[in-house]
């Protein structure tokens, strides 16, 4: 039995969850770094006396470099190894939320966040598709909930510490954390991330059956002579030929729709709902309160979507999430001016939003065959991102344009429908085919 297949069908080894924990420690600490300026705006609006379509720029900003980094840099995941592109994209991470700390205006703070966010976006496919990767078959869905729980929990940590950051050192504090934190993750992720066995046996990078040996060694499995058979053949390393054709080229279709919806109001609920908060109150503090609950209710929704992938098939259960989180921006909506129900129902609307990217990070990697893994969740996540880059810009003109906060979460409770059906569309091209991707490829 070879490394890739004993990794799928035997019991989940130490490195396997090693591996799983370095990348959730990774995800938290992109939570924290994609949702800093969430927190950090409510503050920095009155320090430099912006409206709301500036402060949406501003959010925007990082959303916008996610979608251009996803797009155009992770799928050198699969030319140079999910590995050396995570330990290359934390480098300059960590240079952009240091360059944060140092803008004097709103241009300087946009291209900053813009460029930390390039390489924000590119790397969540790897680490996404490393720990799917590393998962055995029966596990993957829990595993990847768990997994999930990642970057709500960082962000919330980071929403719970940013007071206290920008009292001690101005609006610039949680910056410098985000920097310091993303760094030793860095040397972490140097010390003991190991290669994709799968981009090792599809790519067979020179060198590979040397590494191969090595996480064998690692798992506590045979060494290997020569590497196992490549399953993908050349013109199933051409990303757009695999990822647009035939069933394939179905799922993609509904699987980018669907997440994009999600993303949209994802990065709505995180962006806006601290400002809308400290806005009604008058108090920044509960603004930063509500975006921590939001992402607690995420922590839970991620936790939920382990536990149901035991029983359901996990796109069912993301299905089921989307629905749910339609009724949860309409909770949310209806109670907006009482502050105790406000804050209690955000916790539900974290649990769907930020919940259901964990369930879309967990469904799309199976998707795609081993060898355009990287392209076709990158991709994915662009594109939902390219998508979501209008959100907070598109929330700042509709509010300065006389729309109240409640028809905005109205609004996106609509979006989140759309995805549900979406994501229900996409389970239906399962029926009667085989899960495995290969087989999907080839039919087609």
Known sequence: ??????????????????TVAICLVLTMIDGFDVLVMAFVAPHLAKVWQ????????LLSAGVFGMGLGAVLLSPLADRIGRRRHVIICLVFITLGMALSATASSVAELVAYRAFAGLFIGAVVASVNITVSEYSSDKRRGTVMGIYGIGFP????????????????????????????????????????????IEYLIERRPAGALAQYNKIADRLGYARAQALPAAISTAASRVA???????????????????????????????TW?????????????????????????????????????????????????MFAGAVAFMAYANNFSNVSLA?????????????????????????YPAAVRGAGVGWMIGFGRCVAIST???????LASGWKPQQTYQFFAGVLVVAGIACLLLDRTYRGRSENPEAAHAAA
């Open 50 to 57: 912006l409206g709301q379509v500036q402060v949406g720029y």
């Open 153 to 196: 929990l960082g962000a919330a940590i980071g929403g719970a510490v940013t007071s206290q950051l920008i009292a001690a050192y101005g609006w610039q504090g949680p910056f410098i954390f985000g920097a310091i934190t993303t760094g030793v993750v860095l040397l972490i992720s140097i010390a003991t991330l190991p290669e994709s």
């Open 273 to 321: 709902t601290p400002k809308l908060l400290a806005d009604a109150t008058g108090n920044p503090a509960m603004g930063v309160k509500a975006g921590v609950l939001v992402l607690l209710g995420g922590v839970m929704g991620a936790l939920l979507f382990a536990a149901l992938s035991t029983r359901l098939r996990p796109r069912l259960v993301t299905t089921l999430l």
């Open 343 to 367: 804050l209690a129902t955000a916790v539900l609307v974290g649990a769907c939003a930020n919940g259901g990217i964990a369930a879309y990070y967990a469904i799309s990697p199976p998707i």
């Open 240 to 270: 757009h030929k695999v990822i647009f054709s035939g069933v394939l080229g179905r799922r993609t279709a509904f699987l980018w729709v669907a997440y994009a919806c999600l993303t949209g109001a994802f990065y709505f609920a995180n």
């Open 392 to 398: 907070p810009i598109l929330t700042g003109y509709l």
């Open 1 to 18: 039995m070879d490394v890739r297949e004993a990794i799928r069908t035997q019991p989940m080894r130490r490195l396997q969850v090693v």
